[in-house]
Every structure is written in C-alpha cells, then in structure tokens.
C-alpha cells in the first residue's frame, strides 16, 4: 500500500512511521504541519529511507492536502495530525478547534474529493482511518467499568470535546458520503520519543535535573497506559484487516495511578541511574504534590476485546517491561531530550521555541 499519516512527525505518529518502514514494505508519506510537537529529529533513523516521504503542510489547508493527495495517490489515509495537550487546551482552546475541527473538517472533504475519483477497485479498497483517544469518553467511577467502542461520549476538556466532535465528523462522511473510514480510540500511550512536557518523560528529565516531580492532587488518578510501539503494531492491523464503519478501542491493560507511575520511575532511576543529582538523597524525595487541574478526569480504562477478538492483536509490552525499556531510552538519548527542552530541535525552521513545562 501507499499510505498518507498526517502528524508522522508527533509521538505516535513517528512510531507507527518507524514501524511501516522498518517493519514493512509499504510506502509512506508523512504530512505533517510541525507544530511544538513535531521533531523531525525522532524519524532521522528512516529519513533517507526510498519508501519515506516528508511534506511540510497544515491539514487545515484544503487545496495542499488535495495536491498532496493527486500525486501521491494513497491507498489509506491514518490521520493522527491534532493537538493533543489537556493543559494547552484549558490555557489556549482556539488552536484545539481549529486543529482537531477545522483540520479534519478540510481533510475529509480533500479525502472524499480524491476518493472519489479513484476507479471502482481503489475506491473499494481504500480508507481513511482516524486515530482518537479514550479521553472522548470522559471518565469512569466504578473501579471496574471500562470504556467500550459504544460506551457514550462525555468529554471534560477543550481537548477531548476536540477530539469528540472529530469522530463525530469522520462517522458523519461515511454515513452521508459512503467514505470508508476507520476510528481507533486509545489509551494513554508512553515510550520512546514521547515530548518532555507529558507525565513519564517529564518525570524522568526533572528527576535527573533534581528538579520537583509534580503530582496533580493526591495522585491517585487511574489511566491505562500502553507502549507506543505496540499502539502503531495496532493501527496497521486495523487499517490493513479492520472493518469499515467500526470502531476499536486500543489499550494496555495496564491501569496504574498517577502517584505509583511516578513512584515506579523514581524506582528505575535508583537503579540505572544511581548516581543522583547533587542534593538528592532519593529520587523519590523530589515528588511534589500540586493544585489539580480544573476537570481533571479520575479514571480512565480500556476494553480492547474487540481488537483482540476480531484483529488478534494484543500488547506485548507489560508496563513494568515497558517502562523500564522508555527509563533507559531517555537514559541513552538525553541529547534528543535537551534539543526539545532548549527549543533547538525547532530554533531553526521557526525561528522560536514555542514550548513550556507542563504537568501531564
């Protein structure tokens, strides 16, 4: 196949990037706006790859998107391009709707425009598949319930109300214009390459600066945490052998609280990076407790039976495996992690460095 990923530069999607190229023969075109949370620098291991392509470009930019489209001539399309931040989205909700609503609102219709011009077998073949989160589905407060593909739709912040009316629209055009689409929602993903400002990168970088490890409230927030790379194993399954008009649920069976997440990475630090800043007598000393976020979500869960049923996917990664292999990746490449932190990763092809800490 040819396939289109828009934001194949952000943190999922360079890992479903790595995994098309390295993993198979599928050609890739990655459109990406490279926005704060675009890196470039986390896909130089396939960048000089005949199979990978790169366009600089804005989802929200119709008639690019549509010459993008003609030339390239994709068999799917795996749209992550959004903006994916809670607290950016309480600061600054305008960027939110215009990414996630405005963006995909062009995007369907530069899709709907090409497919339908394919010739029967290619239009028959083709997909567009929409990568969304649990976070659409509010939260749960039974400490067994688990979010279904037909749990209903309750979003809390700018963010996941974004996200929210974005499948919404992506079930819309099939529905209305017979586009053949395909909706993921997913839980909490961690791993390699992740951005500084998210929980588990944000506590590994502070701890090793001997910096405080904030902690929304008492930290006893639930998410199901899954390994990006198993996420991008998932996509390509349900892009390749999914059913048009479905929607599955992606997670890691992985519930942990907030507080033991950081606990267990001060854990791993103790051991594969003992030697501690000056002043530190355990890393764990450093957690620091903060003012919660307004409608912070308690729990998050994920039923993926579906997708292990009918797909045969399941994650290989527990998140005791996992999260010791992505301490040890910041670890390795802390060189990647200072290029975002001092804004160089970006300096150059913007002129700025739009970015601060945040607690995830």
């Not at 000393?285 to 003012?291: C, N, Q, R, S």
């Amino acid at each position: 196949m040819r396939i289109l990923i828009t934001g194949g530069a952000g943190f999922i999607g360079s890992a479903l990037v790595r995994h098309l190229i390295n993993d198979t023969s599928h050609d890739v075109l990655n459109l990406d706006k490279l926005t704060y949370a675009g890196n470039l620098e986390s896909l130089n291991s396939i960048a000089s790859n005949t199979r990978y392509e790169f366009v600089q470009a804005d989802i929200a930019d119709q008639a690019t998107v549509q010459g993008v489209l003609e030339r390239f001539q994709p068999d799917a399309i795996m749209h992550l391009a959004a903006e994916s931040h809670v607290d950016r989205s309480i600061d600054g909700p305008s960027a939110f709707i215009q990414t996630n609503i405005v963006g995909t609102y062009s995007l369907l219709e530069a899709t709907r425009e090409y497919w339908s011009k394919l010739p029967d077998e290619r239009r028959a073949a083709f997909r567009f598949h929409h990568i969304s989160t649990d976070e659409v589905y509010g939260d749960l407060h039974g400490v067994d319930d688990l979010f279904t593909e037909t749990t209903p739709y309750a979003p809390s912040s700018p963010y996941s109300a974004s996200k929210a009316a974005s499948d919404h629209l992506v079930r819309a055009w099939q529905r209305t214009y017979g586009l053949p689409v395909l909706i993921t929602n997913c839980s909490n993903n961690y791993g390699p390459f992740h951005f500084p400002e998210k929980l588990i990168p944000l506590v590994i970088l502070n701890a090793l600066d001997g910096k405080p490890l904030p902690v929304y409230g008492d930290g006893l927030q639930v998410r199901d945490w899954l390994y990006v790379e198993d996420h991008a194993r998932a996509l390509f399954k349900v892009v390749s052998e999914g059913v048009v008009g479905e929607t599955y649920n992606i997670g890691g069976h992985n519930e942990q609280k907030n507080i033991d997440v950081v606990r267990g990475i001060c854990a791993l630090l103790e051991e594969l990076a003992p030697q501690r800043p000056v002043g530190v007598e355990n890393y764990a000393d450093l957690i620091t407790f903060v003012k919660d976020r307004p409608g912070h979500d308690l729990r998050y869960a994920i039923d993926a039976g579906k997708i292990e049923r009918e797909l045969g996917w399941v994650p290989r990664e527990t998140f005791q495996s996992g999260l010791r292999k992505t301490v040890q990746w910041y670890l390795d490449n802390l060189e990647w992690c200072r290029h975002v932190q001092d804004g160089s990763y970006q300096r150059e092809r913007l002129g700025n460095s739009d970015h601060k800490d945040l607690i995830a």
